[in-house]
């Protein structure tokens, strides 16, 4: 009898893990699916909404849907199936609305609330289901931000930024995520508002490293926001692009730190950006305000980021799914957030870092 009932419990544990969930109380009420850990922003979203559901004494259960949808998807008909009381979903594909219609469909049928975060679901798909919500950012505010942000510090430091001396900044953009509202927006208006204020203060555009790529930014492969996929690209620019032949890249944007972060090391490898007395230093630019990202600005490595608040996005989370839990209007109570003026969407601002101080 302990043999059978030991292997039980080895199957129970294995069966969570290939889940791909973290376990937090046996009868959770709240399943949040993130569609990835390895997201940095989104493990500081992890971090603080798990810190705001403990300290709210909600029972929840963590999931990584590992990028994959269809995992996802699995994920949730397998919380519905155990009792959930309520879905919080950072949808995995946002190409379309089939997956997030899929997972509403789910949700009616089973009479529980929704609550989409972070990666944007359509209007429709939120106006379809009156339990249903999203909380998140406005998707251009961050790439007009970071534009604003890149004009400003290139007008103030031209002669620095400007390596070889030719009056024309030369960049390379990482886009992140194709077919993603926050990468689409991010990439137009980074290099839009940058240019406008480039204009304004009498300047050339900015100008793509590489006048063969008439997209004009360079995509990971995998569809993903890597460190790595950035830092081989930059490797890649930098062998043949150098202060010594007068063509280096003088300008680089990322959609998010963790590219940033991928960038900046290959630089480092190369001799720039070690924020070593002396050392030439090209000015790296993302988006999430992370831990590592603050560090790099601290050190002199890195020029600036656009905070994306993952305390205020968990706090937005935390009401809506206590409505949700109470039986409320989901958006009860939460008149001081801004609220889109006819969908159930809420904007959780962006702002400016440059360090602290």
Request: proline share 1%.
């Amino acid at each position: 009898m302990k043999k059978i009932i030991t292997l039980l419990l080895i199957v129970s544990m294995l069966a969570a893990i290939f889940s791909g969930c973290a376990k937090k109380d046996g009868d959770a009420d709240v399943h949040v699916f993130y569609y990835t850990y390895s997201d940095p922003y989104i493990s500081t979203v992890r971090a603080s909404l798990d810190k705001a559901l403990d300290g709210a004494g909600v029972k929840y259960q963590d999931y990584d849907s590992n990028n994959n949808q269809t995992t996802q998807t699995e994920q949730v008909q397998t919380a519905i199936t155990k009792g959930a009381k309520l879905l919080v979903v950072n949808i995995v594909t946002t190409g379309s609305d089939d997956a997030a219609n899929g997972i509403i469909s789910l949700a009616k049928e089973a009479g529980i609330p929704v609550i989409f975060f972070n990666r944007e679901v359509s209007d429709s798909v939120v106006k379809s289901y009156d339990k249903c919500a999203f909380i998140g950012t406005d998707a251009s505010e961050a790439g007009k931000l970071q534009g604003d942000m890149i004009g400003d510090y290139v007008l103030k430091n031209y002669s620095a930024v400007d390596l070889n001396g030719d009056g024309e900044i030369s960049y390379v953009l990482f886009m992140g995520e194709k077919g993603n509202n926050e990468a689409i927006y991010r990439t137009r208006y980074s290099v839009e508002n940058a240019n406008a204020k480039l204009s304004a203060g009498g300047k050339k555009a900015l100008k793509f490293y590489d006048p063969s790529n008439k997209d004009k930014y360079l995509l990971d492969r995998d569809g993903k926001w890597s460190a790595q996929a950035a830092n081989e690209y930059m490797t890649t620019i930098l062998s043949s692009h150098s202060t010594a032949n007068k063509n280096m890249v003088e300008l680089i944007i990322c959609n998010n730190d963790g590219m940033a972060e991928g960038a900046i090391s290959a630089l480092a490898s190369a001799g720039y950006n070690t924020g070593k007395k002396g050392a030439t230093t090209i000015p790296v630019f993302g988006v999430d305000a992370t831990s590592a990202a603050k560090e790099l600005i601290k050190d002199g490595k890195m020029a600036g980021t656009i905070k994306q608040d993952a305390d205020g996005m968990a706090a937005a989370i935390l009401k809506t799914v206590k409505n949700g839990i109470d039986g409320k209007a989901i958006l009860d109570g939460m008149k001081d957030y801004n609220v889109d003026k006819d969908v159930a969407k809420v904007r959780i601002a962006y702002a400016v870092y440059l360090g602290e101080g």
